[in-house]
């Protein structure tokens, strides 16, 4: 199983609303990642989990909260969001946070209205 | 944050031509990485570069550490349609910590092949 696995596919949801995102990963990999992309533009770093320890948070908003229950699996809560926060979010995983062979999920698009 | 400058921004070229893009950093990298994103998908990786100098090919594929570790090139030879999409170029440090500083990302190469 070579699949990085995202959660929903797409999400709409209101600024009052909670909601997560989900990421799932049976490679073995230590290290998971959540990016964040808008429109032709590249991914952009929000979070790197190693060994199941957040160890980068690129300055991101506290709307945002990553969780990593297990080395599996990553969730991005979402709380109180911005229309401007309308994206696509990208998990990836890699054997360590040594390697930047990252695996990428196919995203889940999300809508702030 | 790390600045990658990737050309060309976009290119349109008949299919069967060879295609060439390049980054540029002011900063030294210690890997250098091309992924391609499709429509609708995540980054897929397509080539990885860990020393200066070292030139790396994956079937049509060719890509190139540059020497200084400040740039990487990639050529696409012989394009057929399947090569549409964008090509991001990414550079990655090593950390103070002793981790990994995160990849950094070029602004991507939009390629457009007209049949």
């Known amino acids: 199983d070579t699949e990085v696995t995202q959660t929903p596919k797409h999400l709409v949801m209101g600024m009052t609303n909670k909601k997560s995102l989900k990421c799932e990963q049976h490679?073995?990999?230590?290290?998971m990642y959540w990016y964040k992309q808008k429109a032709k533009k590249p991914p952009e770093l929000m979070f790197v989990y190693s060994y199941e320890k957040l160890s980068i948070n690129e300055s991101v908003p506290s709307r945002f909260s990553p969780e990593c229950p297990n080395s599996s699996l990553l969730n991005l809560h979402l709380h109180a969001l911005q229309p401007e926060d309308s994206a696509l979010y990208l998990c990836?995983?890699?054997?360590?946070?040594?390697?930047?062979?990252?695996?990428f999920g196919e995203g889940s698009r999300l809508t702030v209205l | 944050g790390q600045q990658l400058n990737q050309s060309p921004q976009s290119m349109f070229i008949q299919e069967g031509e060879d295609v060439s893009m390049n980054c540029t950093s002011s900063?030294?990298?210690?890997?250098w990485l091309w992924y391609k994103q499709d429509p609708g998908e995540g980054p897929v990786l397509l080539i990885a570069l860990y020393k200066a100098g070292e030139l790396t090919s994956n079937g049509r594929l060719t890509a190139q550490f540059g020497i200084t570790r400040k740039d990487s090139f990639l050529n696409i030879s012989a394009s057929i349609p399947s090569d549409v999409g964008i090509y991001f170029c990414a550079g990655q440090r090593l950390g103070s910590g002793g981790g990994a500083d995160g990849l950094t990302f070029g602004k991507g190469t939009h390629l457009i092949i007209q049949p």
């Open positions: 990836a995983s890699s054997l360590s946070d040594w390697t930047g062979e990252l695996f």
């Open positions: 900063s030294i990298f210690n890997t």
């Open positions: 490679m073995g990999h230590r290290a």
